[in-house]
């Protein structure tokens, strides 16, 4: 149970006081947070409105001459507000969050190359680090190198959009209540969310590579 | 709720504005009619201080005489002062950021440490000093045209703006006097007074280009929610970078000594912001100045000023593209654009912003006030006033803490909503370690060296333990403002943990706490003056009003009045030479009632005397 700091109340913790309306500082899970229960599909409309529609209820700009007490506690909700709102909006960090809260942790920093993905990889560090030494020697060509990596860049993010498709479907299979037993599903959702999760990665060091080499 | 107030506190002008009823209104200086404010601050070493025009004015410059000759002018009292115009450039920044330039045209007393300091005879001053001059002028502006004190405000920063440069604002805001409620991005303010009209919504890009900084933020405008979905910028990007190349393409082919003197330079620049904007409804423009010898001619046209803007203006579009990565869009996606900023009165920059955003941009309310009009808006929110409308910002860079091999672990991504906050877990490498120390950076690199430092953290003292069995729970809060706050607790005891904090730049609290020591009472003081001084010249007025009339209505005065009335005359004489402003005012008025009756029969006499004089020019 949480106190309220208006109405000095207690209940069920949450963002938002029932009985007062004031913002309560209690710590809940994301889906919680935005009030929804805990499913895979979520429809991105009603999240934007319910994360809005709870932003105009507890943001600190509505609590500017409260006291400090109320005004913290707006604070924390509101942060907590926005993290589970950024994390459920997109849904590979929604079906890692939510494997996590069903005590499945998905290995995000593991090293261990998707086998299918194993030739592309090589060859996109390769390309990294031809840039890298390229730039360190100053050498002429790297603009050349980076232009090649930008074209590598197009070919991962569709590889990243592909499997998008099978993640959603693997979702409302679990929220239906998961023909075929669940364990399968959670196989299957951790080797999507891995090999997204690990292209995405990639990417994130093709587009430092490629803002460094731009900045330098 | 006290009333709030909205300050774009800008590079080249500052402005104040609040609500008139559900319209936001600029609040114009009571005597000059002008609404913006030259963020031009004169300084001199006796550490008086002018702000806005009369600064400039202060400025070493060339003047040209009636007869036709041309003369310097200097800094009044002999040169040793000091005229500071875009002090906003230096706001949060260390002695090792400056540039060559910046000490050719200033001097500074430390160039290591973490704060900029200006050098004016034996006087120092640093950049939130020199703000809070310009805060407190607009201060004194709004009060006297509201009738009311002025506490409270919002002030707007560009967006781009890191934690070091929004804190040295806050600072500023303090020194003033000033509570400041909340630091608002001048882009997103931009967009509310845009929104409050209902001019944009739905996807929403403020390309915001002013006098030194350069922001774009890409908003999404729904249902009175103004939620930035990412923001880039430069804050060493505006029309001032212009100006000056300018300024050297106009004294290109001058000799060394013309070219490198103060007075000439500082007569070109104004010469030269003038032809900028000149130019911007013109094709070209003749610049003819007298020099000391000689003199300059040199024609302008649009086609030299684009050549020399269109670097600046491909740097403000580079921005605009990795704004629009960031938010996952392409510039098809956007549904309006919006022009913020004087230097967006460039026919350059409009082309330039239609060619890229593919659509004519909305510059409907003048670029040079939106900003403020806008933060009137967000004051208004914060009072409750505003109905359903809210703003959810963005923080502009990463943050990140430094680990093994300088390696930049981030903890919140840029473009994150604020307010957010992430928990990190920290212990001890070694047996028996009592602090834990923690560098805390912004920016996009891999490298700690390569990004911003802002600040150094010491977790401690803790108790005496074996490696790695303390943990300590340390929460990284980026509040509404954009401003990083640090908490700490032991997991186990759940005790919270001092955190010393020593940021990277900027002032420390003990140096603010002493010049709000010395400010603040400075401020008080200020008001307390100004009402001292006003008092006495009303004392003044009367007894030299009421002096006359015992003379010139002498016939008028009663037995004893004249006694009367000259005793309480001498008693409001000795009180306007003390400082008590209340015995003052109470004499004055005093007088004003003992003297009525003479008043009302000079009145009379005087009417008598105008039907007379009447009554003969009747007749004759």
């Known amino acids: 149970m949480v106190q309220c700091p208006s109405c000095a109340r207690l209940s069920e913790p949450r963002l938002v006081c029932p009985q ?30 319910a994360y809005h529609d709870l ?64 030739e592309l990889v090589f060859e996109v560090q390769e390309q990294l680090a031809g840039l890298r030494a390229a730039r360190s020697d100053g050498a002429a060509q790297s603009g050349e190198l980076a232009a090649g990596i930008a074209e590598r860049r197009g070919e991962l993010a569709r590889l990243i959009d592909e499997p998008l498709g099978e993640l959603h479907r693997n979702f409302e299979r679990w929220d239906a209540g998961g023909d075929g037993g669940r364990a399968p599903l959670v196989g299957e959702l951790k080797a999507i969310l891995s090999r997204i999760a690990y292209l995405r990665t990639l990417m994130r060091d093709v587009d430092r590579e490629l803002e460094d080499a731009k900045a330098a | 709720m006290a009333r709030i107030l909205g300050i774009d506190l800008g590079t080249t002008n500052s402005l104040i504005a609040t609500m008139h009823g559900a ?11 002008q609404g913006l404010l030259p963020s031009v601050v004169a300084l001199t070493p006796e550490g008086e201080v002018f702000v806005g025009d009369e600064a400039i004015r202060m400025e070493p410059h060339l003047t040209v005489a009636r007869d036709g000759r041309v003369a310097t002018v200097d800094f009044p009292g002999g040169g040793e002062g000091a005229v500071i115009r875009s002090v906003k450039r230096y706001m949060g920044r260390g002695g090792a950021d400056l540039a060559a330039e910046d000490r050719s045209r200033y001097t500074f007393t430390d160039v290591s440490g973490p704060v900029v300091r200006f050098k ?13 001059e310009i805060l407190k002028a607009l201060k004194r502006r709004a009060e006297e045209a509201l009738g009311d004190k002025v506490e409270q405000v919002v002030i707007t920063v560009p967006a781009y703006f890191n934690d070091g440069q929004r804190q040295a604002t806050k600072d500023a805001g303090l020194l003033a006097g000033l509570q400041v409620e909340r630091l608002v991005n001048e882009p997103t303010a931009a967009s509310l007074a845009y929104g409050l009209q209902k001019m944009a919504s739905g996807r929403v890009a403020v390309y915001d280009f002013g006098g030194g900084t350069f922001d774009i933020s890409i908003l999404n405008v729904k249902d009175g929610v103004f939620e930035v979905l990412a923001t880039n910028g430069d804050t060493h990007l505006g029309g001032d970078d212009i100006d000056r190349a300018l300024v050297e393409f106009t004294l290109a082919g001058q000799p060394d000594p013309v070219r490198n003197d103060r007075h000439i330079w500082n007569t070109v620049r104004l010469v030269a912001e003038d032809a900028k904007k ?16 000689g003199k300059l001619d040199r024609t302008i046209d649009r086609v030299d000023l684009e050549r020399l803007a269109e670097p600046f203006v491909r740097r403000t579009i580079e921005c605009c593209q990795r704004a629009l990565k960031d938010a996952g869009l392409t510039p098809a996606e956007i549904d309006a654009t919006v022009l913020v900023g004087g230097s967006t009165r460039m026919p350059l920059v409009r082309r330039r912003v ?82 834990v120390d923690i560098h805390v950076l912004q920016g996009e690199r891999e490298l700690a060296k390569d990004c911003r430092s802002l600040a150094r953290f010491k977790l401690g003292p803790l108790e005496p333990k074996p490696a790695g069995v303390p943990r300590i729970a340390v929460t990284f809060l980026i509040d509404a403002n954009g401003i990083l706050n640090v908490m700490a607790a032991d997991e186990e005891t759940g005790r919270g943990h001092m955190v010393d904090v020593k ?12 010049m709000l020591e010395e400010a603040i009472d400075h401020g008080d003081e200020d008001i307390a003056e100004r009402l001292l001084i006003t008092a006495r010249n009303a004392a003044e ?30 008693r409001v004489d000795a009180a306007r030479h003390g400082t008590d402003r209340e015995q003052i005012e109470n004499l004055v008025e005093e007088l004003n009632q003992l003297t009525t009756p003479f008043a009302e029969r000079i009145m009379d006499g005087a009417i008598k005397l105008a039907l007379e004089k009447k009554t003969v020019e009747e007749l004759s």
């Open chain 2, 278 to 293: 000149i130019l911007s409804f013109q094709e070209g423009v003749a610049l003819e100045l007298k020099l000391l010898e």
């Open chain 2, 23 to 33: 319209h936001p209104r600029v609040i114009p200086d009571p005597k000059t009619r």
């Open chain 2, 541 to 570: 007025q009367i007894i030299a009003a009421g002096r006359k009339q015992l003379h010139d209505y002498a016939r008028l005065v009663e037995p004893g009045e004249r006694a009367e009335i000259e005793a309480l005359m001498a």
């Open chain 1, 20 to 49: 007062c309306g004031g913002p309560l500082a209690a710590e809940t899970d994301g889906f919680a947070a935005l009030g929804l229960s805990r499913k895979l599909v979520i429809d991105p409309a009603a999240l934007e409105r």
């Open chain 1, 55 to 118: 932003s105009r209820r507890i943001h600190p700009d509505r609590f500017a001459s409260s006291p400090p007490k109320v005004r913290d506690a707006s604070l924390r909700a509101t942060a907590l507000l926005t993290r589970s709102y950024r994390t459920l909006r997109d849904p590979v960090s929604r079906g890692i969050y939510w494997l996590e809260l069903n005590g499945e942790k998905l290995n995000q920093h593991n090293n261990r190359v998707p086998p299918e993905l194993a």
């Open chain 2, 354 to 435: 239609q060619e890229f955003f593919g659509r004519e941009p909305l510059c409907t309310l003048d670029p040079d006030q939106v900003v403020a009009l806008g933060a009137a808006v967000q004051a208004s929110i914060l009072m409750g006033t505003q109905g359903d409308m809210l703003l959810l910002d963005v923080v502009p860079l990463s943050l990140g803490i430094e680990t093994i091999g300088g390696v930049v672990e981030r903890l919140v991504f840029r473009n994150t909503t604020i307010p957010t906050s992430v928990t990190e877990m920290f212990t001890t490498a070694v047996d028996n370690q009592t602090h």
């Open chain 2, 120 to 132: 004016v005879g034996a006087r120092e001053y640093t950049p939130p000093q020199i703000s809070a």
């Open chain 2, 503 to 514: 940021p990277s730049y900027g002032l420390t609290d003990e140096e603010i706490e002493r």
